[in-house]
């Protein structure tokens, strides 16, 4: 595709959320074929190939590459005993075969909008703030249900709760309340925790996450929190009787200005 490329492989890669190895592989663009006003989008699979049966391992990913972002995220193909077992032929006389398959390679001029980050390592502003949200009753809150407003870091927020689209999961975000003196092009750098407690046992559900906040995009959180299955399952601590209890803790880190 005239570019310079390298296959990277982890034979014991981990996902976040446990010990189980997985065999994983990443693309990434060599220094040679980099351009400070260029952006290289790239559509491909990645292989593990199936040596008798030809039933491969593959994930398809689309990444645009540029001197930022020369390398996509990891993809974790197949567990490592699922690699090792005889009848899965992907391990053959000691021997593996990784492949890569491009689909599409388009080279474009690199927008030349940039964005300066400003982390404020000393600032009031670092220390989180947490904001208890109790519901008397779950059953009785609009769709979508708001908290009562907050603040933190000069700024009023509601935390959001209602059933996802799919009807089958809890939906749980964080809003800005709109507010007129946030330049258009100013971003708010966030760090946020969204907690359902678990009553009984103190077990709580979590997300996290660190997103930025705008004056056109005022809610991040999570579509699918946790299926309304768990939540209301009362052995679960979540949904006591008609009762339960939402934690937003949040700090804001830093701001960034489009230029």
Not at 43 to 67: A, N, R
Not at 144 to 163: A, N, Q, R, T
Not at 177 to 187: G, H, W
Not at 201 to 206: D, E, I, S
Request: proline share 2%.
């Amino acid at each position: 595709m005239g570019h310079n490329w390298y296959l990277k492989l982890n034979p014991r890669d981990k996902k976040s959320s446990g010990s189980k190895e997985y065999v994983s592989l990443r693309l990434e663009l060599a220094n040679s074929s980099l351009k400070s006003d260029t952006v290289v989008d790239a559509s491909f699979k990645l292989l593990i190939y199936d040596q008798s049966f030809g039933k491969h391992s593959e994930h398809e990913v689309s990444h645009s590459f540029q001197t930022a972002s020369t390398s996509t995220g990891t993809s974790c193909m197949i567990s490592l005993g699922k690699l090792k077992k005889q009848s899965s032929k992907f391990l053959l006389n000691n021997c593996c075969v990784f492949g890569v398959e491009f689909i599409k390679v388009t080279t474009l001029k690199a927008n030349t909008t940039s964005e300066t980050l400003f982390v404020q390592k000393t600032s009031i502003f670092n220390e989180a703030k947490t904001y208890t949200w109790d519901i008397d009753d779950f059953f009785a809150l609009k769709n979508p249900g708001y908290s009562p407003e907050f603040e933190v870091g000069g700024y009023k927020w509601h935390i959001i709760m209602y059933p996802s689209r799919d009807g089958n999961h809890l939906s749980l975000y964080l809003k800005l309340k709109k507010t007129n003196d946030l330049p258009s092009d100013t971003a708010n750098l966030v760090e946020l925790t969204l907690s359902i407690k678990d009553q009984e046992t103190g077990k709580h559900r979590k997300g996290t996450g660190r997103c930025q906040f705008t004056k056109n995009a005022r809610t991040w959180g999570w579509s699918k929190f946790m299926s309304l299955e768990d939540f209301k399952n009362s052995a679960n601590g979540y949904l006591v009787k008609t009762k339960c209890c939402v934690v937003a803790e949040v700090a804001i880190v830093g701001s960034s200005k489009m230029e």
